[in-house]
């Protein structure tokens, strides 16, 4: 099952519907974020880095599920790399988000597609909208390893 990830930024006046959807994502009447925004390095990274890799969960020598979010191996750890609970599923699957495992992750839906486990990062609070969205704006640009 594909779900469709539609994120759209506010523009204009305070009080003009803008909140948040059912899965924490921006809502509002301005239309679709510029696509390609987002880089690795620049945006991405960091989010993996202050909310993933360290030892214990995505980082160290023995990382959960074998995926090292550290700077300079997530790419290889996540793009075009099967998931090994969906393993039908990529956890970055370039240019689309809506079959992106680890976007599923992030949003808390991932059992809809079959997924097990809590929402990540794990034990921790959710990602904000704005983490959720570069990430999502990542995978929509195809995910460079930029």
């Known amino acids: ?15 003009d519907g803008t909140g948040l959807d059912d899965n924490g994502l921006p809502v509002g009447t301005g239309g679709l974020p510029p696509a390609g925004a987002a880089t690795l390095s620049g ?3 960091p989010i993996f880095t202050a909310n993933c890799a360290f030892s214990g969960c995505h980082g160290g020598t ?13 790419f290889a750890n996540l793009v ?3 998931s090994l609970q969906v393993p039908g ?24 597609v079959g997924g097990v486990g809590g929402r990540m990062p794990l034990g921790a609070g959710p ?3 704005a983490e ?8 929509e640009n195809g995910a460079p390893n930029n």
């Not at 023995?62 to 997530?74: E, F, T, V």
């Not at 599923?89 to 809809?112: A, E």
């Open 62 to 74: 023995s990382p959960a599920q074998n995926m090292n979010l550290g700077s300079g191996l997530s």
């Open 89 to 112: 599923m990529q956890r970055i699957n370039p240019s689309k988000p809506d079959s992106s495992y680890l976007i599923f992750k992030v949003l808390g839906t991932h059992s809809t």
């Open 80 to 82: 075009g790399i099967a």
């Open 127 to 129: 990602l904000s909208a």
């Open 1 to 15: 099952m594909l779900v469709t990830l539609t994120v759209w930024f506010s523009v204009g006046c305070a009080g």
């Open 132 to 139: 959720i969205l570069t990430l999502t704006e990542w995978v």
């Open 43 to 45: 945006d991405a990274q």
